[in-house]
Each structure stands twice: as structure tokens, then as C-alpha cells.
């Protein structure tokens, strides 16, 4: 796994360059939770869509009506699913930070049901938060991003929920929001061109296999998959930096939260 990234403040390509290398340091682990809720997922669907054909010919529930609660249903598991899978990617981050080996089971112990819907409470608060603040005329919305950008890692390492995880994270933005607001502009550039490379390479390789104009979607999709992880890893990163600048944080605080 190599040596352990040591904390420390980092400015915005460090701190960019850092998540490329948390990520590829800890890819097993990133593809095995991927591979498992993305398969959790889906059996759920297929249940709830069995469930709805049985109940469409034994009890001549409306297919209309069928299809529109398995769609609802399935959004609702989506959500889930993205919400064990970003509790999972914030502790793989913070583990490995701390020296150890984040393995699969590990990091699965480490998640309970509470956890999960108090991370998806939180972040409907956040999302209405910046809805409103587009609709008040874009930049209110972009201001609230960055001021609220914290509330999800704070929910799964400080166990600090709802508003009070949205004031917590406002505290830790203030003095740097600027400097968050680059950060993230750095990443999304740096990952932006990562992906152009990716969906060139396998473009070209889906070409030569034969599958036409089909190759460029496809190769967009597997480059999407591959790369979401990053644009999770970043914010983990940014968090500890902003503690670490604020409330001199380090190794051993992080070794005692989890």
C-alpha cells in the first residue's frame, strides 16, 4: 500500500494530486464497495420488480400505478446505495490516512443504518439550502455549495447531524472560502482532463473491437464509474486540511475519532 499520506496543510494541487494517489492506493477497496452496493442495488430492484409483476397479475394492481412505485422504490434504494457507498469512501480515506490497511470489512463495521439516513437527512437539508439559494439568482446557490461543503464528512466522522452539521460546516468554511472555492475548481479540472484521457483511450480500443458509434457513450459511462470516487475523496482531504489550519488537528485526534 506504500507509506501512509502524512496530514498536513496542503495547498489546492497538493491536496488534488493527494486524492489521485489515496485513490489508486486504496482502489480495491473503492471497487470492491462499488461492486457491492451496485449489486445489493440492483437485487433489491429486481425483487421490487418482481414484486410488482406478481402483484399486477394476482391482485390486478394498475401497471401504471406498478410502474410508478417501482420507480419512486428505486430511487429511494439508489439514494441509499449512494449514501452507504460515500460513508464508505469518507472512512476508506480516513483509515488509510491514519496508517492503516482499509479493507472492505472494515470499513463495512464501521457503517450502521443510522448512520446512512442521517447522512441522506443532512444532505436534503444542504440540497434545499442550495436549490434556494439558485433561484435567488445563481450565486446565493454557489455560496451555499461551498459554506455547506463539509456537512456530509462531518456527518460520518463527528457524528453531528442536520442543521447542526450545516453550522459546523459553515464554521469551518469561514476565512476560507475562497480558498475551498479553488481547490475544488483545481480538482474538477485536474479530473476533467482525467476523464478525457480515459474515454480517448477506450474509445479507440472499443473502435478496433467493432462497436462503432456505440464505443464513445460507452467509454464515457466507464470513465464516469471509474473516476466518482475522486470527486468523493477530494472533500475528505479538503476537510482534514481546514482542520488541521483551524483547530491544529492531527494523526492522533484522527486515530481517536474513528
Known amino acids: 500500500m506504500g507509506e501512509p499520506i502524512e496530514l498536513h496543510r496542503m495547498g489546492p494541487v497538493e491536496i488534488a494530486s493527494t486524492t489521485f494517489r489515496v485513490y489508486l492506493r486504496t482502489l480495491p477497496t473503492m471497487l470492491g464497495l462499488g461492486v457491492l452496493f451496485l ?9 421490487m420488480g418482481i414484486a410488482v ?21 428505486g430511487g429511494i434504494v ?28 472494515q470499513v463495512l463495521k464501521r457503517i450502521s443504518g443510522t448512520l446512512i439516513f442521517q447522512l441522506l437527512g443532512t444532505l436534503v437539508l444542504v440540497a434545499l439550502a442550495i436549490i434556494g439559494g439558485f433561484i435567488l439568482l445563481i450565486i ?11 456537512a456530509s464528512p462531518i456527518v460520518v466522522l463527528e ?26 475548481l483545481v480538482v474538477t479540472v485536474l479530473i476533467q482532463v482525467a476523464s478525457f484521457i480515459i474515454v480517448a483511450i477506450l474509445s479507440i480500443a472499443l473502435l478496433a473491437l467493432g462497436l462503432g458509434e456505440s464505443s464513445s457513450s460507452i467509454a464515457q459511462g466507464i470513465s464516469s464509474v471509474v473516476l466518482y470516487p475522486l470527486g468523493l475523496i477530494y472533500p475528505v482531504l479538503l476537510y482534514y486540511d481546514i482542520r488541521i489550519r483551524k483547530e491544529a488537528f492531527n ?8
Open 140 to 150: 446565493p446557490g454557489i455560496i451555499f455549495a461551498i459554506r455547506f461543503l463539509f
Open 53 to 73: 409483476g406478481i402483484g399486477g397479475s394476482v391482485f390486478g394492481v394498475d401497471s401504471v400505478f406498478g410502474a410508478v412505485g417501482l420507480a419512486l422504490g
Open 159 to 184: 457524528r453531528v447531524t442536520y442543521a447542526r452539521a450545516m453550522r459546523r460546516s459553515r464554521e469551518l468554511v469561514k476565512d476560507h472560502w475562497w480558498r475551498i472555492f479553488l481547490s475544488l
Open 39 to 47: 449489486g445489493i442495488g440492483f437485487a433489491v430492484i429486481l425483487v
Open 78 to 105: 439508489g439514494l441509499v446505495i449512494i449514501m452507504y457507498y460515500y460513508a464508505a469512501v469518507t472512512l476508506t480515506v480516513s483509515v488509510y490516512l491514519t496508517g492503516h490497511k482499509a479493507g472492505l470489512l
Open 251 to 258: 494523526i492522533a485526534a484522527l486515530r481517536e475519532a474513528l
